[in-house]
């Protein structure tokens, strides 16, 4: 079974960096897709990056696009988002998962439990 678990979050000022991190269980992580969701206190889920199996392409979200990267490391089954510029309006649960790129549109399946980003002002 596909587990992924997220580490990394915590708080920070605005202006701030988090690195957040992405360990999947599966050997076969280097075959899927992953991304990044984040969900606001009180507010619905959104998309923030994906990026392909290989790592040649990246899709980031217009609000975090420039201040955001998505990165992977296959061999060591982990994905990671590096976050820089934090603003008060990035605090959320980031969510990490697998899933696919279908006409560059990134689409999850497997997802990890979150971990808390706090952007203070």
């Known amino acids: 079974q596909v587990q992924l678990a997220e580490s990394g979050g915590g708080v920070v000022q605005a202006g701030g960096s988090l690195r957040l991190s992405c360990a999947d269980s599966?050997?076969?992580?280097?075959?899927?897709?992953m991304g990044w969701f984040r969900q606001p206190p009180g507010k619905d889920r959104e998309f923030v990056a994906a990026?392909?199996?290989?790592?040649?392409?990246?899709f980031y979200a217009d609000s975090v696009k420039g201040r955001f990267t998505i990165s992977r490391d296959n061999a060591e089954n982990t994905g990671f988002l590096q976050m820089n510029s934090l603003k008060p309006e990035d605090t959320a649960v980031y969510y990490c998962n697998t899933g696919a790129l279908l006409s560059d549109t990134y689409y999850p399946h497997y997802w990890g439990q979150g971990t808390q980003g706090t952007v203070s002002s």
């Open positions: 990026i392909s199996w290989s790592g040649d392409r990246e």
């Open positions: 599966e050997r076969t992580f280097g075959h899927y897709p």
